[in-house]
């Protein structure tokens, strides 16, 4: 059995290409937008982005909640929540 290298940071995942990273993050920027937040800023592979001043139904929400998200060069997607106690990093 071979053995496989892995990238000195340990992930096991490669980089991908720039292209293909500015879509996903477009997707995942789309999602959001559909769930109810606004853009705030906005790059190729990174937003601030805001709930909208409306309550949801099923979902409780503060209203004018920012967060920062983004895809890294590997397609990881995080969210940091920028205002509030706790830092509110997610990472998937």
Same mark, same amino acid.
């Given at each position: 059995?071979?053995?496989?290298?892995?990238?000195?940071? %340990?992930?096991?995942?490669?980089? =991908?290409?720039?292209?293909? !990273?500015?879509?996903? #993050?477009?997707?995942?920027?789309?999602? &959001?937008?559909?769930?109810?937040?606004?853009?705030?800023?906005? %790059?190729?592979?990174?937003?601030? =982005?805001?709930?909208?001043? !409306?309550?949801?139904? #099923?979902?409780?929400?503060?209203?004018? &909640?920012?967060?920062?998200?983004?895809?890294?060069?590997?397609?990881?997607?995080?969210?940091?929540?920028?205002?509030?106690?706790?830092?509110?990093?997610?990472?998937?």
């Amino acid at each position: 059995m071979a053995a496989t290298a892995t990238p000195a940071d %340990g992930t096991g995942l490669d980089p =991908i290409e720039p292209e293909l !990273r500015k879509k996903q #993050f477009a997707g995942l920027l789309a999602a &959001k937008i559909e769930q109810g937040y606004d853009v705030e800023s906005q %790059g190729d592979t990174e937003a601030v =982005i805001v709930t909208r001043g !409306r309550r949801r139904r #099923f979902r409780s929400q503060i209203v004018g &909640k920012r967060q920062r998200i983004a895809i890294d060069d590997r397609g990881r997607t995080t969210t940091h929540g920028l205002e509030g106690g706790s830092d509110g990093t997610v990472e998937r």
